[in-house]
């Protein structure tokens, strides 16, 4: 109790508090977007369910990770050599991970090219299988995401209360944002496909990192905002243009 009040009144731990969570949201919408467009695959009376099983899944598996930070630190320690660089738990985790994002999206930019084609569906399987299929590979991908958000957050300050804190508000906002994120993506196919071009990015960026090659997250996600950016102007313009048109009766 002592330690949390002397926490409370020290300036430089609010800085890290603030900071943290703002990196816990930032790398959260990787995350978020992944459970998105993978809910709105399910029927519309298990979407919500869906989403908020997942989030909580989420915030369980943070929490039990923090409560495990001496193993945590140990996942960054190399367990065998290949090819110059030496592959810890995290990199391994990393890479599973990166080519289980880069698989799914790819299957599912296909599913959305050739709609016609159903063998290649993001879940498969009967209504009553896909929605145990959709909770599995979400808890998967929370798995890859919680690993690299606590890792992060050790490295970016040493006090355990200052990182509950940090996870608990931004699986708040992840649990915010899900249903509206997900509704506006169901409702503009174009972001869609834009949204899994985005993972099939964040997958490449996980192998990279895997196996050794620092990628800034700044850049990818200043990429990410920018082809946001755009196609908000393109649904600004398409909308625009309709309105036109039903203005001259055509």
């Known amino acids: 109790m002592d330690s949390i009040l002397a926490l409370m009144q020290d300036p430089a731990a609010w800085i890290a508090l603030i900071t943290l969570i703002v990196m816990e949201v930032v790398l959260g919408i990787d995350n978020l977007i992944?459970?998105?467009?993978?809910?709105?695959?399910?029927?519309?009376?298990?979407?919500?369910?869906?989403?908020?099983?997942?989030?909580?899944?989420?915030?369980?598996?943070?929490?039990?990770?923090?409560?495990?930070?001496?193993?945590?630190v140990q996942l960054t320690?190399?367990?065998?050599?290949?090819?110059?660089?030496?592959?810890?738990?995290?990199?391994?985790?990393?890479?599973?991970?990166?080519?289980?994002?880069?698989?799914?999206?790819?299957?599912?930019?296909?599913?959305?090219?050739?709609?016609?084609?159903?063998k290649e569906d993001m879940v498969g399987g009967a209504a009553s299988s896909t929605f145990a299929a959709a909770i599995g590979q979400i808890l998967l991908l929370d798995l890859v995401f919680s690993v690299d958000s606590i890792i992060t957050a050790v490295g970016m300050t040493p006090h355990l209360p200052i990182m509950v804190v940090a996870v608990l508000v931004a699986v708040t906002v992840m649990l915010l944002a899900a249903t509206p994120l997900a509704n506006f993506i169901e409702k503009n196919p174009t972001i869609v496909m834009l949204a899994l071009a985005f993972l099939l990015m964040i997958g490449t960026t996980l192998i990279a990192e895997g196996m050794g090659f620092h990628v800034p997250k700044g850049y990818v996600y200043a990429a990410m905002a920018f082809s946001a950016l755009v196609e908000v102007l393109n649904m600004f313009s398409r909308r625009a243009r309709q309105k036109s048109r039903a203005a001259s009766g055509h």
């Open 77 to 118: 320690t190399p367990v065998f050599e290949a090819f110059g660089h030496g592959f810890s738990w995290k990199d391994m985790i990393l890479i599973a991970g990166g080519l289980f994002l880069v698989w799914k999206a790819t299957k599912e930019i296909h599913h959305n090219v050739d709609p016609l084609d159903h």
């Open 34 to 72: 992944f459970i998105s467009i993978l809910t709105n695959k399910l029927p519309p009376e298990h979407r919500e369910r869906a989403r908020r099983i997942g989030i909580g899944l989420a915030l369980v598996m943070r929490l039990a990770l923090l409560g495990t930070i001496a193993w945590i």
